[in-house]
């Protein structure tokens, strides 16, 4: 058993080395295969990786799950402009810890990743725009850059080739809303960190007003696999629309947290029980969130599904960026969802006014409810609210806040009437039955 627990029906691509301290290094990357990738992607043209991306069917692992190659595809092919190769390291959906391990354990494979993907969309700048409380990984990250700098690896005429790929570390201040592709790049132009309005989209007008293409840490390094091995190398694993593997990270009531990495399509019950060992406690499961906490909740009946983008909106829910956390029957799902819309009313930029307002209000009645004065109208306010904030703002942040609080009366009605009842002196026997 290594880091700190390995299933045997993982399929380590990515997460391979995670554990291993000599990974970190350039020595220890080149031993282990690195920068071939690179080698091989400067004697094809950029049309010919972003096609091989194209066919593997390679889909980003931010959370909206968009085909890479096709984002790549749409970046202009005849230009004066730079183009620019943006990496979203900035990691803040609650729930999420793989892109930091990534960073941690193998921060030369981010670094060849981005290169290949700057190489492919034509630019010859990639910023790697990473979140400020990552201050080891952060460092890691710098140590990695400044060797393949130093190495031939970036800077001018990489590798003899005659193509200059230069990387820029660009440390965030926290927050969540610069994880929004456009937030990101307000923020890396030195701008109050908010979403931008689309169109323009950045493969037209993006960081400094000039084309762009932003990419998550695991889907950059997938692609430099791609690159490496081909795109039906990749297809072997997954399915016919969600192809290749996928790090899964797994926290809350769990006997096995950590982060696993599995085909996609794997099955989720399967996934819980087996590889991360069901609940710590051994009691039963309550709710599982499936992709970090801006997606709907699951029930314990609902996880016979594929772990795969189509399984998992079938189901009501989404894969996001594979963020599961597991509450056993212990838990107070008022309290949790409470905490969540908490956490999306402290993060909102306050740009859009359903969002500002909502998730503020949204949070209130939550706490009031919580603490035993809520009142079943406040249930169908909740309601009204989070349809006042779906598909209404710039971005998806009120959206995110809306998914829990709507999936969680659908599902778990009868918790939120037991604790107002309970508040209003009514015994939770009776409670329960009305």
């Not at 959906?93 to 990743?113: C, M, N, Q, S, Y």
């Not at 725009?129 to 990250?141: D, H, S, V």
């Not at 409470?338 to 306050?350: K, N």
Request: some cysteine; hydrophobic content about 40%; overall charge negative.
């Amino acid at each position: 058993m290594a880091y700190p627990y390995r299933h045997p029906n993982e399929v380590q691509v990515l997460s391979q080395y995670f554990g291993d301290p000599e990974a970190r290094t350039l020595k220890g990357w080149e031993a282990r295969g690195g920068y071939q990738a690179l080698r091989k992607a400067l004697g094809m043209s950029p049309a010919e990786i972003v096609n091989e991306v194209k066919a593997s069917g390679l889909r980003g692992r931010g959370g909206a799950g968009f085909p890479t190659g096709v984002k790549w595809s749409f970046m202009p092919q005849k230009s004066d402009k730079p183009h620019y190769l943006l990496c979203n390291a900035d990691e803040s959906e609650p729930g999420t810890f793989k892109d930091r391990e990534l960073i941690r354990w193998t921060p030369h494979a981010l670094v060849e990743g981005c290169l290949i993907g700057a190489y492919a969309i034509r630019a010859e700048h990639a910023y790697i725009y990473i979140r400020g409380e990552f201050f080891e990984p952060a460092q890691i990250l710098a140590r990695a850059i400044e060797e393949a700098y130093a190495a031939g690896y970036a800077g001018k005429n990489v590798m003899g080739s005659g193509i200059d790929l230069d990387i820029t570390l660009h440390i965030g201040a926290g927050a969540y809303i610069c994880g929004e592709e456009t937030g990101l790049m307000n923020s890396l132009e030195g701008r109050r960190g908010e979403p931008r309005i689309k169109p323009p989209f950045p493969a037209i007008s993006g960081a400094f007003g000039k084309p762009s293409a932003i990419n998550n840490v695991e889907t950059l390094i997938a692609a430099a696999h791609i690159v490496t091995h081909g795109a039906d190398w990749y297809k072997q694993w997954g399915t016919e629309k969600s192809t290749g593997t996928k790090l899964f990270c797994v926290s809350g009531h769990v006997k096995r947290p950590g982060n696993y990495e599995v085909p996609l399509g794997f099955n989720f019950r399967e996934f819980i029980y087996d590889m991360c060992g069901g609940t710590a406690s051994g009691r039963p499961i309550k709710a599982v969130i499936p992709g970090g906490s801006s997606v709907p909740m699951l029930t314990a009946d609902e996880l016979d599904i594929g772990m795969d983008y189509e399984a998992m909106a079938a189901a009501g829910t989404m894969l996001g960026c594979g963020s599961v956390i597991i509450m056993d029957d212990t838990t107070n799902i008022v309290k949790q969802v409470r905490r969540m819309v908490d956490f999306y009313a402290h993060e909102s930029c306050g740009q859009c006014t359903p969002c500002r307002e909502g998730t503020a209000w949204a949070a209130k009645i939550l706490r009031r409810i919580e603490n035993g004065r809520g009142t079943q109208e406040d249930m169908d306010t909740l309601l009204q609210i989070s349809d006042n904030m779906s598909g209404k703002t710039i971005c998806v942040l009120s959206d995110a806040a809306a998914a829990p609080i709507v999936s969680s009366i659908e599902k778990f009605r009868g918790d939120y009437l037991e604790m107002m009842h309970a508040g209003a002196g009514v015994p939770v026997a009776s409670a329960i039955a009305l």
